[in-house]
């Protein structure tokens, strides 16, 4: 209860921060719903995990390609505008790519497939304007943990109501029909991200001919810098796994559905939203687990619970025994990601942590690509050989998160340790 207060105090007390989590949380509605449509979609036309399973490895192909660039551009820009830009952007993609498929069902996947390479095309810049903007609508970092709690909290109730409202669409319309509402959330999205009262100062940048003319040596300065703090680049890799869990659930959804429920539309969206209500369950005890349990033990824990609940769910459990381990794997992902995700930002400094990010998503870029097409098949084999794998998956992490927060590694609190960049911001300046 006190710490729902605390919680409930500071969002009262800061407006950005109001701002930012609410136009997170209609944005997420429509993400939410575009994903569950286009997965619907792709596998009722193929009946097959794979289709899935490209079109989340197309994601993760053009954020591969994009990242490097977009973690320049939000470092060097305002990055309000950018997600401003960014939603609005998918707004009018999503929304084209129902209105073509409701007009002619029978078009091409092609299609379908060429929008989702732009619609990726914007999502790192999204994803790295966001992370680098939140530390600087709060006062100090003190406060991080909490806005970082509250914005996971919307971000959850958007996925939440998305999925409710999804599986209605789909069930009495078609996933066109569902495509075109989610794209108008984003039209929304894109107004409240407006309303943020911040810009960012760019005046040192100015100077300078274009963000290409020192695009390299930003990045040789960073690269060299973070390579003396090894521990930065085990908590980049370790933080990719609760990534991996969301993409897992993502992949396993629609087919767990198809073979083990028959087919219900409606138990897409109950175990959709059992992930999401797991994640905002968790979130007003975050701050007080955190410091009970430590931050090393905090993301080990997290890692082990979604991949203990994976392999359990192997075995073909009755719908509401499902529905409940999913609130558990929302509430054990959301956990660990916003404890790495806080670290990652109070180390950094706002000067670099758009490209710090994209580092990050550079790493779960790689493994995506590399892991999803082999459980994409495995699902395809057997639902029961999908669960054992993606389980064992996140099992590794587990262990390894357990390894390198070992005092032999790199010490006590190794997710802790500040990024020292005060000598490559003199070069640079």
Do not use: C
Request: glycine share 6%.
């Amino acid at each position: 209860m006190k710490n729902g207060k605390m919680i409930l105090s500071f969002l009262k007390n800061s407006r950005n921060i109001r701002l930012m989590a609410l136009a997170i949380f209609i944005s997420n509605i429509g993400s939410g719903m575009q994903l569950i449509a286009v997965s619907k979609l792709l596998y009722d036309k193929t009946n097959s995990a794979t289709s899935i399973g490209i079109v989340i490895i197309l994601q993760y192909v053009v954020m591969f390609l994009v990242q490097f660039v977009s973690g320049t551009v939000v470092d060097r820009s305002d990055q309000r505008k950018i997600l401003v830009i960014s939603d609005f952007a998918k707004g009018i993609l999503i929304t084209g790519a129902g209105t073509i498929f409701l007009v002619n069902p029978d078009t091409g996947l092609s299609y379908l497939f060429i929008i989702l390479i732009i619609v990726n095309f914007v999502v790192p810049f999204f994803s790295n304007a966001q992370f680098t903007l939140t530390p600087e609508l709060v006062n100090d970092k003190d406060e991080l943990l909490q806005a970082n709690s509250i914005i996971t909290t919307l971000f959850q109730a958007g996925q939440l109501i998305g999925s409710a409202i999804v599986a209605s669409i789909i069930f009495f319309m078609s996933p066109a029909a569902a495509l075109i509402i989610s794209g108008s959330m984003f039209f929304i999205s894109s107004i409240y991200f407006r309303l943020i009262k911040y810009s960012k100062k760019i005046k040192e940048y100015k100077e300078h001919k274009s963000i290409g003319a020192d695009f390299f040596e930003d990045w040789k300065y960073l690269i060299k810098k973070i390579g003396k703090e090894k521990s930065v680049l085990a908590h980049l890799l370790i933080s990719s796994g609760d990534y991996m869990a969301v993409n897992i659930f993502n992949l396993m959804l629609i087919p767990v559905v198809a073979v083990h429920y028959n087919d219900n539309s409606f138990y897409i969206s109950l175990f959709d939203s059992g992930f999401a209500v797991g994640s905002m369950i968790i979130v007003a005890f975050i701050a007080s687990f955190s410091k009970k349990l430590g931050t090393n033990y905090s993301a080990v824990i997290g890692l082990f619970l979604q991949s203990i609940i994976l392999l359990i769910l192997s075995i073909n459990v009755h719908v509401i025994f499902a529905f409940l381990l999913l609130v558990v794997y929302g509430s054990a992902n959301s956990f660990s990601i916003t404890i790495f995700n806080t670290n990652l930002q109070k180390r950094s400094t706002s000067e670099f942590m758009g490209r710090i990010n994209s580092v990050k998503n550079f790493i779960v870029s790689i493994l995506t690509i590399t892991l999803i097409p082999v459980l994409s098949r495995m699902f395809d084999i057997s639902i029961e050989y999908g669960f054992l794998a993606s389980g064992l998956v996140l099992l590794s992490y587990s262990f390894i998160s357990f390894l390198v927060g070992r005092n032999f590694v790199f010490g006590k609190d190794y997710l802790s340790k500040a990024i020292h960049i005060e000598e490559i911001k003199k070069k640079l300046i």
